[in-house]
């Protein structure tokens, strides 16, 4: 069982300011997020969600304002100090799991080798992976659709199955709060599914008590399908956050990615496409 008070939010942010250069991300950002709960982050390419999403995982500086990230505290980029102590760090690294857009394997490894990273923050300084850690890594293998993977290659993957791998990476950390970047990319309309049904199910139930999820991602159904709850980046930091059913509207997108959308499907099945 994590050990967390259980109704606090996993993300609380007070007049958060984000921004690129003379580009604002956000601004004034007043936002939580809620054990149990899934957010998608929308917007257009460039404005600036993969920046948001590694500031919100601690990675990064805001410009000004205050974030906590599991209990860990921040606060903008006017204070000279490390943005963690090495405590919270190591707690926030057990806690937070972060998937990036990109994968970089530089030297040759094994899918297992590869998985077994995200047990790294649970281990002391001298310790070596346990019987159970490689249990928990065949699980989230399992999980993500590879199974007889374990020793092939990594340079041997397509696409897709690396993607795979980096969320079986993420399941074998175990974290309370999953920040995905994008984590349909390379995947076949199959696994596209398979991937948010896994995810939905890490965070509701057993889990919804401990667990939340916050997602870039870039079709607006699969957000409303999979995530009660929507982050819009309109650009020029302005920003529109709510239920993803309220908020998700034909008519937002169409301002949102600057090119006129209309809706189809049922209140329970609902998809966009371009007019």
Known sequence: MHDIVRMAPLIFTRDLSVRIGSHDVCRALNWQVNPGERWAILGKNGVGKSTLLKTLAGLRLAETGE???????????????????????????????????????????????????????????????????????RTALAEADLVGFAEREVQTLSGGERQRLAVAQLLTQQPQLFLLDEPLTHLDLSHQVAIMELFKRKTQGEFSMTSALVAVLHDPGFAVRYCEHALLLFGHGEWLAGPARTIITAENLTRLYGHPLREIGSDNDRWFIPC
Request: neutral net charge; contains cysteine; aromatic residues 8%.
């Open 67 to 137: 974030l906590i990230i599991c209990g860990a505290r921040t606060a903008g980029s006017t204070l000279e100090v490390p943005i963690f102590s090495r405590e919270s760090q190591r707690t926030l690294a057990k806690r937070r799991g972060y998937l990036t857009q990109h994968h970089n394997d530089p030297f040759p490894s094994t899918v297992m080798e590869t998985a077994l990273i995200g047990r790294h923050p649970h281990l002391g300084r001298w310790d070596w992976e346990s019987t159970a850690d490689h249990e928990i890594t």
